[in-house]
């Protein structure tokens, strides 16, 4: 049975990233609505996010930009992410999901991964982690409280953010 889920879900894993690899960098879908239509049909929900330095309250790399596709599925407790980003000074080192609407910094409520050194430059990662059902379900039911932020050697505090909605 373990491996029967294993199995199961490395398949759905493989699948969700291949299906992002269709994505060309930094370009949005044809329809973010057909997308969560499509989920909702699943019990997930998916989320683009385009991610700038402009959107940070209190600065960030204003050259930086990234886009990153979530799916969140309450019932295994999971939420997988594909992320790429460019032209961000020093090193990434951390991807959370904080709650707070657009304009204000909030705690941290989804690590994603933390006291990492990837390359700045240019860098797509892929990967799921396991978050509380209560959690994943705030986001799905108002996900105009939180933003996406990515956080770097030089820029601590968020180098680049967006907001879910």
Same mark, same amino acid.
Not at 27 to 35: H, I, K, L, N, R
């Given at each position: ?11 759905? %894993?493989? @699948? ?22 499509? @989920?909702?049909?699943?019990? +997930? ?5 385009? !991610?700038? $330095?402009? #959107?940070?309250?209190?600065? $960030? ?5 990234? *886009? @990153? ?38 705690? !941290?409520?989804?690590? *994603?991964?933390? +006291?990492?050194?990837?390359?700045? #430059? ?6 799921? %982690? +396991? ?5 994943? !379900? ?5 996900? *105009? ?8 050697? @030089? ?8 907001? !879910?909605?």
């Amino acid at each position: 049975m373990l491996r029967n889920k294993s199995v199961r879900t490395r398949g759905w %894993v493989v @699948a969700f990233l291949a299906s992002i690899v269709a994505l060309p960098l930094l370009a949005g879908p044809a329809s973010a609505a057909e997308d969560r239509t499509i @989920a909702h049909e699943y019990g +997930h929900d998916q989320f683009s996010v385009y !991610l700038t $330095g402009d #959107e940070v309250r209190d600065g $960030g790399d204003r050259d930086g930009q990234g *886009f @990153a596709r979530l799916d969140f599925d309450p019932e295994n407790e999971r939420v997988c992410y594909v992320i790429t980003w460019r032209r961000l000074e020093g090193e990434v080192t951390a991807l959370h999901l904080h709650a707070s609407p657009r304009r204000s910094d909030g705690p !941290l409520w989804i690590d *994603f991964f933390h +006291h990492e050194y990837f390359d700045g #430059e240019r860098r797509t990662i892929a990967s799921c %982690v +396991h978050s509380d059902r209560w959690k994943i !379900l705030a986001v799905i039911n108002d996900p *105009f409280d939180f933003y996406l932020a990515v956080h770097t050697t @030089a820029h601590e505090a968020s180098a680049i953010r967006g907001q !879910l909605a």
